[in-house]
């Protein structure tokens, strides 16, 4: 038994050994720029108060604000806190209602553009379009109903472009997954699938307050198109300008997701760490090439299925 | 197979999980979001039991000590490990040489932290099971002649292994308290204008820490050995 303590307490002795070697070197620090100093001109120096150590996340503090907040101005604790195991139940749903929510008033927004246009999107059905793929995919067709141009948000069409966007952007997500946790093994990023899935959901939350910020200089801009009254041709240009919008927002994403990645590098041995970096990069926009592909698939059959019905 | 029909199983799934997910302590409003968008609910599921230091709402689980202290691990290292990632990317190129020489050790040395902190846990559920505590077989056991030896030696053991953990989580408290203490010095050394080799000195010192755990670890290895 005798030996059971001996060990750690050396330990712990040349620990605090070198401790406190250190603190006396570390203290006999010379000035800047004045090399050959001689013993007594040590300490001699201008102390300035170091930078505050980062505060220690609480799971608690993660409200939907705080993420907020994390995600627009301090993404370094959004990845410090996505490492935390004990977070994990309270980062999903919140970053989920982020991107829902950004989501959501991006199609509530489009919808407001498409009313002001008077033109709604009209969409072929896809096995049809197979057939005859010479017919338009999607046309702007003028708005024809007994309520004028409100007519599709009675008719629930207004409700089908919201539900296939923000489900559609999701949902697609959610099918990339597998793919995302074979490409992070095949980096050697260890993670686990929960990981993946709340990296994922970051990503998916940061392009959605990105949409939110472009949206509003999107709107004046299709609004400026509508009261000048530019030409046909700027008006499909801004109607299609706004539904590949999310596409545009998702580059904010997909920075988002590598730059959390990136430090996950550290669970690989130092010697692969380097090397892999930059394999990792390549598999994350491989995954965002794969998810770009699934994406319009995704909402296209959604809203299409949802405005026949 | 239609749209109608992949939606309906999807949705059939996603009510699957979402009953899953509220009987696993989640809560109400989350149900239609883990019905909607169950494959990121159903992973957080599958994983609660493993790793996961909370229910699914979020809330710390009342009265169980050694969940609490698992979460309380997992912040101290994660804070540390900010720390001193804020403090060796505040170098800027400073001490560039000895971080690339060190990074395989500092790499180890968070490696080291979890797995002290993984041993910790593992004491705790192992002193928390019913069988290190008072039972029936124990009284019994104490009242009869050669059954009282085992018992009091059954005792003693537990009682080591009480020391083991205390000892552990020491070892692990001191060790984090040290490289907290490093990262000020390395921005004092850096903010008084020392020169390089003063940064990188401390960085070697950081990354010299885990010699302290391992060799606590391995320590403990040659002991289970013998």
Same mark, same amino acid.
């Not at chain 1, 038994?1 to 620990?15: G, I, K, W």
């Given at each position: 038994?005798?030996?059971?303590?001996?060990?750690?307490?050396?330990? %712990?002795?040349?620990?605090?050994?070198v401790?406190?070697?250190?603190?006396?070197?570390?203290?006999? %620090?010379?000035a800047?720029?004045?090399?050959?100093?001689?013993?007594?001109?040590?300490?001699?120096?201008?102390?300035?108060?170091?930078?505050?150590?980062?505060?220690?996340?609480?799971?608690?503090?993660?409200?939907?604000?705080? $993420?907020?907040?994390?995600?627009?101005?301090?993404?370094p604790?959004?990845?410090?806190?996505?490492?935390l195991?004990?977070?994990?139940?309270?980062?999903?749903?919140?970053?989920?209602?982020?991107?829902?929510?950004g989501?959501?008033?991006y199609?509530v927004?489009?919808?407001?553009?498409? /009313?002001? /246009?008077?033109?709604?999107?009209?969409?072929?059905?896809?096995?049809?379009?197979?057939? %005859?793929?010479?017919?338009?995919?999607?046309?702007?067709?003028?708005?024809?109903?007994t309520?004028?141009?409100?007519?599709?948000?009675?008719n629930g069409?207004?409700?089908? $472009?919201?539900?296939?966007?923000?489900?559609?952007?999701i949902?697609?997500?959610?099918?990339?997954?597998p793919?995302?946790?074979?490409?992070?093994?095949?980096?050697?990023?260890?993670?686990?699938?929960?990981e993946v899935?709340?990296?994922? $959901?970051?990503?998916?939350?940061?392009?959605?307050v990105?949409?939110?910020?472009i949206?509003?200089?999107?709107v004046?801009?299709?609004?400026?198109?509508?009261?000048?009254g530019?030409?046909?041709?700027?008006?499909?240009?801004?109607?299609?300008?706004?539904?590949?919008?999310?596409?545009i927002?998702?580059?904010w994403?997909?920075?988002?997701?590598?730059?959390?990645?990136?430090?996950?590098?550290?669970t690989?041995?130092?010697e692969?760490?380097?090397?892999?970096?930059?394999?990792?990069?390549?598999?994350?926009?491989?995954?965002?090439a794969?998810?770009?592909?699934?994406?319009?698939?995704?909402?296209y059959?959604?809203?299409? /299925?949802l405005?026949r019905? | 197979?239609?749209l109608? *029909?992949?939606?309906?199983?999807?949705?059939?799934?996603?009510?699957?999980?979402?009953?899953a997910?509220?009987?696993r302590?989640g809560?109400t409003?989350?149900l239609?979001?883990?019905?909607?968008?169950?494959p990121f609910?159903?992973?957080?599921?599958l994983?609660?039991?493993?790793?996961?230091?909370?229910?699914?709402?979020?809330k710390?689980p009342?009265?169980?000590d050694?969940?609490e202290?698992?979460?309380?691990l997992?912040?101290?290292i994660g804070?540390?490990?900010?720390?001193l990632?804020?403090?060796?990317?505040?170098l800027?190129?400073w001490?560039e040489?000895?971080?690339?020489?060190?990074?395989?050790?500092?790499?180890? &040395?968070?490696?080291?932290?979890?797995?002290?902190? *993984?041993?910790?846990?593992?004491?705790?559920?192992?002193?928390?099971e019913?069988?290190?505590?008072?039972?029936?077989?124990?009284?019994?056991?104490?009242?009869v002649?050669?059954?009282?030896h085992?018992? *009091?030696v059954?005792?003693?053991?537990?009682?080591?292994?009480?020391?083991?953990?205390k000892?552990l989580?020491?070892? &692990?408290?001191?060790?984090?308290?040290w490289?907290?203490e490093?990262?000020?010095?390395?921005?004092?050394?850096?903010?008084?204008?020392a020169?390089?080799?003063?940064?990188?000195?401390?960085?070697?010192?950081?990354?010299a820490a885990v010699?302290g755990?391992?060799?606590?670890?391995?320590?403990?290895?040659?002991? &289970?050995?013998?």
């Open positions: 038994m005798s030996a059971t303590h001996n060990v750690p307490a050396n330990a %712990t002795e040349q620990l605090l050994g401790r406190r070697r250190l603190r006396d070197s570390t203290l006999r %620090t010379p800047a720029g004045a090399p050959g100093l001689v013993d007594d001109e040590f300490c001699a120096v201008e102390v300035v108060e170091p930078p505050a150590p980062p505060r220690p996340i609480d799971p608690r503090e993660l409200t939907m604000l705080t $993420l907020l907040e994390l995600v627009l101005k301090d993404r604790r959004l990845y410090q806190a996505l490492r195991p004990a977070a994990t139940p309270r980062l999903l749903p919140r970053l989920l209602a982020i991107s829902l929510t989501f959501v008033l199609g927004a489009m919808s407001l553009v498409f /009313t002001a /246009t008077g033109r709604w999107p009209s969409l072929m059905s896809l096995p049809a379009w197979l057939e %005859t793929p010479r017919a338009t995919l999607l046309a702007f067709a003028p708005i024809e109903s309520l004028g141009n409100l007519g599709p948000w009675v069409e207004a409700a089908a $472009l919201v539900a296939a966007y923000a489900f559609g952007l949902a697609a997500s959610a099918v990339c997954l793919s995302l946790y074979f490409y992070c093994l095949l980096a050697g990023v260890r993670m686990t699938m929960l899935v709340v990296h994922t $959901l970051k990503s998916k939350a940061v392009a959605a990105a949409l939110v910020g949206l509003p200089i999107y004046a801009v299709a609004m400026g198109v509508v009261i000048f530019a030409g046909e041709l700027v008006l499909a240009g801004t109607m299609w300008l706004g539904l590949i919008l999310p596409f927002a998702g580059l994403g997909t920075v988002a997701l590598y730059q959390g990645f990136a430090p996950l590098c550290d690989m041995p130092a692969r760490a380097k090397r892999r970096e930059c394999f990792l990069r390549r598999l994350v926009l491989s995954w965002s794969c998810y770009t592909a699934v994406v319009p698939v995704m909402i059959t959604i809203w299409e /299925t405005s019905g | 197979m239609l109608i *029909e992949t939606a309906i199983f999807y949705l059939l799934f996603g009510v699957v999980v979402a009953v997910y509220y009987l302590g809560a409003f989350e239609v979001a883990a019905t909607f968008f169950w609910y159903l992973p957080m599921l994983a609660t039991g493993e790793d996961a230091g909370e229910t699914l709402s979020g710390p009342v009265g169980n050694s969940l202290e698992r979460d309380a997992a912040t101290a804070q540390v490990e900010g720390e990632d804020a403090a060796l990317e505040g800027d190129g001490a040489d000895v971080l690339n020489c060190e990074a395989r050790r500092l790499v180890e &040395l968070r490696s080291a932290w979890r797995l002290q902190a *993984e041993r910790i846990r593992q004491l705790d559920r192992l002193l928390a019913p069988a290190t505590h008072d039972d029936p077989l124990a009284a019994a056991a104490a009242d002649g050669k059954a009282r085992s018992e *009091e059954r005792r003693e053991n537990i009682r080591q292994l009480a020391a083991l953990r000892q989580h020491g070892d &692990l408290i001191g060790t984090l308290a490289v907290r490093l990262v000020t010095m390395i921005h004092l050394a850096k903010f008084s204008g020169p390089a080799a003063r940064a990188e000195e401390l960085v070697a010192q950081i990354a010699q755990l391992s060799e606590v670890n391995a320590w403990r290895e040659e002991e &289970l050995a013998v």
